[in-house]
């Protein structure tokens, strides 16, 4: 939990879910997600899916995230960063605003989403456990 007290703001960063191998072994794109709140002075608190997703090839751009259920999300790209040595590899941060009653409602099944960028282009699809959700909730209203 952060605290900016000339802004009046409150932030709270939940842990890191890591898809990253160890042992040499390639990582899987969706390499961290986690979850942050945000609550304003006189706003209601806000949740963010923070998602960082490595990947080589072509720029993706990502700009929208689908759950398996089909609801459609506005993913906010908050940092990119481009390595090419022989061949290019990109991150890219991102932030998904999810309402609170939809992490409530995913409690017990978690939330599974992939990221799409204008040309199509697609993430591997990831997971956040129920059992992450639930334990956020509850330290972030506590």
Not at 68 to 81: C, P, T, W, Y
Not at 106 to 133: C, K, T, W
Request: hydrophobic share 35%; glycine share 8%; aromatic share 14%.
């Amino acid at each position: 939990m952060e605290r900016d007290d000339f802004k009046g703001t409150m932030f709270y960063n939940g842990p890191t879910v890591s898809n990253k191998f160890e042992h040499g072994i390639d990582a899987p794109e969706i390499e961290e997600i986690s979850l942050s709140a945000r609550m304003e002075k006189d706003q209601p608190m806000r949740f963010f899916l923070n998602v960082i997703d490595y990947y080589e090839g072509d720029w993706r751009g990502y700009d929208q995230a689908f759950d398996a259920e089909g609801n459609k999300f506005h993913a906010l790209a908050v940092r990119h960063k481009v390595n090419c040595h022989f061949f290019c590899g990109f991150d890219e941060v991102l932030q998904i605003e999810l309402d609170p009653s939809y992490l409530k409602k995913h409690i017990q099944s978690g939330v599974a989403m992939r990221l799409y960028g204008p040309a199509h282009s697609a993430s591997a699809p990831f997971n956040l456990p129920g059992a992450y959700i639930q334990g956020f909730l509850k330290g972030s209203y506590d």
